[in-house]
Nanobody, 124 residues
Framework: QVQLVESGGGLVQAGDSLRLSCAAS????????MGWFRQAPGKEREVVAA????????YYADSAKGRFTISRDNAKNTVYLQMNSLKPEDTAIYYC?????????????????WGQGTQVTVSS
């Protein structure tokens, strides 16, 4: 098992940046593939970015490419989502997730462990 706690969300203006953090418990963090998902009011949950166990391989949704960067620091048991050039349409609750499935996993149903989420609100 792994426990996940997100932080770093907040209210920002369009064009600003935020860095989300996901702190994971346990000594097995290195074996998990990780992902960031988001859900806006009235919309389905969608993948934002994903990263494999070592951090060498990543995936980004089209909406995130060129603006967001996912990374991980296994020594700190933490995965990050750097979000630049934020837009109002980025407003959502952002969730961190973990799976033992190997590789870069971007399908939400493959993830067994989820954090509580952190709210990101972008105003124009």
């Amino acid at each position: 098992q792994v426990q996940l706690v997100e932080s770093g969300g907040g209210l920002v203006q369009a064009g600003d940046s935020l860095r989300l953090s996901c702190a994971a418990s346990g000594r097995t963090f290195r074996s998990y593939s990780m992902g960031w998902f988001r859900q806006a009011p009235g919309k389905e949950r969608e993948v934002v970015a994903a990263i494999n166990y070592s951090g060498i391989s990543t995936y980004y949704a089209d909406s995130a490419k060129g603006r967001f960067t996912i990374s991980r620091d296994n020594a700190k048991n933490t995965v990050y989502l750097q979000m630049n050039s934020l837009k109002p349409e980025d407003t959502a609750i952002y969730y961190c997730a973990a799976t033992r499935v190997s590789g870069v996993v971007y399908a939400g149903e493959k993830y067994a462990y989820w954090g509580q989420g952190t709210q990101v609100t972008v105003s124009s």
